[in-house]
């Protein structure tokens, strides 16, 4: 097993990285009661930082329901009928993945966001900004 702090340290600036915040992830892992995704802390991550906008295409949350593609970006995920049920994928929790990120896009206006995504957060919400 590789040791974040032996990555960071052998990396030696070869590699721009950044290693989030030991606290977020368990904030995050706690809030979702399993595994948190990259996707979604890297997102809570660049929202800490002086941005003005942050674009978000290409998560689809393992539904595909709006795009009928790209069933999921990883096949050891894909189980028929199984996207965002509110069943836990793996050790994952796709369902409250998804309403987190939704709160988080009402909340700050510095998330956009491509339209499918919007109509995918609309399936699981009726409180999604316009």
Known sequence: MIKLNNLNKNNQNKLL????????FKL????TSKKITTG?????????????????TGFNFYDIS????????YSGYYVKNFYCTGKVLGSHNLKKEL?????WY???KRIKCEE????????YSD???G
């Open 17 to 24: 990285m950044r290693i989030v915040n030991k606290e977020d």
């Open 28 to 31: 995050l892992n706690n809030k």
């Open 40 to 56: 979604i802390i890297t997102i809570f991550d660049l929202l800490k930082f002086d941005i003005s906008e942050l674009y978000i």
């Open 66 to 73: 709006i795009t009928k593609k790209r069933r999921t970006y």
């Open 99 to 103: 309403l987190m990120f939704i709160k």
């Open 106 to 108: 009402n909340e700050d």
């Open 116 to 123: 499918p995504l919007i109509k995918l957060m609309k399936k």
């Open 127 to 129: 409180n999604v900004r």
